[in-house]
């Protein structure tokens, strides 16, 4: 079977997540600047990074925690690429679902936009 090498479409977001390295005993806290079902980048200053390192990280979607493994696929001094490391059908829903919760929260406010330039013009 043949795989993609394009990343999957990223969805813009400003989403602030704790992570862990694997081997870290302290949670840092990041922000998830885009998204896809393959991967996301997170923006950290300060912290070095290292390909294939594992994160874990911990983000709130609809009012419940979620956590999602990761291993970084590339850094430089303003984060990280990440590539998720789904191990169920599960982790694949969570990103799926933030994905979804941006994605409507965007139509709702267009909308409401929209309304408000109807009622201009």
Same mark, same amino acid.
């Given at each position: 079977?043949?795989? %993609? #090498? ?13 992570? =862990?390295?694997?081997? !870290?005993?302290?949670?840092? #806290? /990041? &922000?998830? =600047? ?11 200053? /300060? ?6 390192? =594992?994160? *874990? ?11 999602? !493994? !990761?291993?970084? &696929?590339? $850094? %430089? @001094? *303003?984060? $990280?690429?990440? #590539?998720? !490391?789904?191990? %169920? ?14 994605? %409507? ?10 309304? &408000?330039?109807?009622?201009? @013009?």
């Amino acid at each position: 079977m043949e795989t %993609n #090498k394009f990343p999957a479409p990223r969805t813009a977001l400003y989403l602030e997540v704790g992570f =862990k390295k694997n081997y !870290a005993r302290e949670e840092t #806290k /990041g &922000i998830l =600047k885009n998204i896809s079902l393959s991967g996301a980048f997170l923006e950290v200053r /300060g912290e070095g990074f290292r390909a294939n390192e =594992k994160l *874990h990280l911990r983000f709130v979607v609809g009012g419940r925690e979620r956590t999602i !493994a !990761a291993c970084v &696929i590339w $850094c %430089n @001094s *303003h984060g $990280c690429g990440v #590539k998720f !490391a789904p191990t %169920n059908n599960r982790d694949v829903q969570i990103v799926d679902d933030l994905i979804y919760f941006v994605e %409507n929260s965007r139509e709702g406010r267009r909308s409401v936009l929209d309304k &408000i330039f109807k009622k201009v @013009s």
